[in-house]
């Protein structure tokens, strides 16, 4: 496509997973995908919620130096997600980068569960509320923790490659006024995933435009801004009061997993609580029902 990775639009995800269905349905036993390293991880959220039933493995790849620059990343980790695709008893979406600064090995990601967490370092991209899932090192891959699926050629691909556009993402602040919301409802959006504070929180005073909204038939969802833990809004009045009026947690998914998901869900149902139902189900190793206060810190080799 030769675009630049932060110009990349839901449409532009819809034509990667249909040419990656193609390449697999012609018989592709691994399929690579070279991209930019600013929203990589919210392509391998698409991808991951698009391309089910994988039968082989799907990687993307990027570099954090270019390659006319002496420490660039990208031949390593190009050579890498080639030895990762041919080689992994695998079959879902990953996004493979290095580990730590120097050239020792490489982290293959969950699409899920892989975000950007540095601008320019080469170990940028890191597993949240998860580990990584395999280590390659020069040409060998070695597992660390289980695959959603394994390598299955006679498994049968299903694409479901359609995102729901108007779909917005709301970052909570002290200074955050209601009329951002309001601007959401009369606009037509389908859905507003709300970044709120701790536990799942947004001001008060916010409260009036979300029930707005989601009579208005609006999916309204809430994550975090803390990114590692889970939504819990049980714990305190302000968090059961957006239950009651029809917020859905993220459980623990990270802000853009959870709006890309999100998209997708509303592009896949017909109304509002089949929507609300999808959305919590897990599909894609991006929920965990129990979270582990050890993915917080996790060793640099991911063992």
Known sequence: ?????????????????????????????????????????????ALSFA??????PVVLVGSQR???????????????????????????????MHAETGDSYLHAHRGTRVRKLHTSRRDAFQ??????????TGEDVKQLRSPLLQRNLNRKLILKSKFEEKVALVKTNP???????????????????????????????????????????????????CLFGRIDMNVYRSGVELLDIGVIPSEDMFPE??????????????????????F?????????MRSEESEYVSSPGGD
């Open 280 to 288: 919590t189900t897990p599909l894609a190793g991006e929920i965990d």
């Open 127 to 136: 597993s949240v509320n998860g580990y990584p899932i395999f280590r390659v």
């Open 175 to 225: 200074g955050i006024q209601a009329s951002v919301i309001d601007l959401f409802v009369e606009t037509g959006y389908r859905g507003i995933m709300i970044e709120g504070t701790g536990l799942g929180h947004a001001p008060d005073r916010l409260q009036s435009s979300i029930k707005k909204a989601v009579d208005a038939g609006m999916v309204v969802a809430m994550s975090s801004q």
């Open 51 to 56: 391309l089910q039933n994988l039968p082989v």
């Open 1 to 45: 496509m030769s675009v630049l990775s932060e110009n990349i639009q839901p449409s532009d995800w819809t034509k990667i997973a249909r040419s990656v269905a193609s390449e697999i349905k012609d018989g592709a036993n691994g399929v690579i995908i070279a991209h930019g390293t600013d929203t990589l991880g919210f392509t391998s959220a």
């Open 66 to 96: 270019s390659s006319d620059r002496p420490s660039s990343d990208a031949a390593m980790n190009l050579i890498g997600a080639i030895n990762l695709a041919t080689k992994a008893d695998a079959a879902e979406v990953f996004v493979l």
């Open 257 to 278: 997993t959870a709006l890309v998901k999100l998209m997708w869900v509303l592009a896949n149902t017909k109304n509002q609580e089949d929507a609300k139902e999808l």
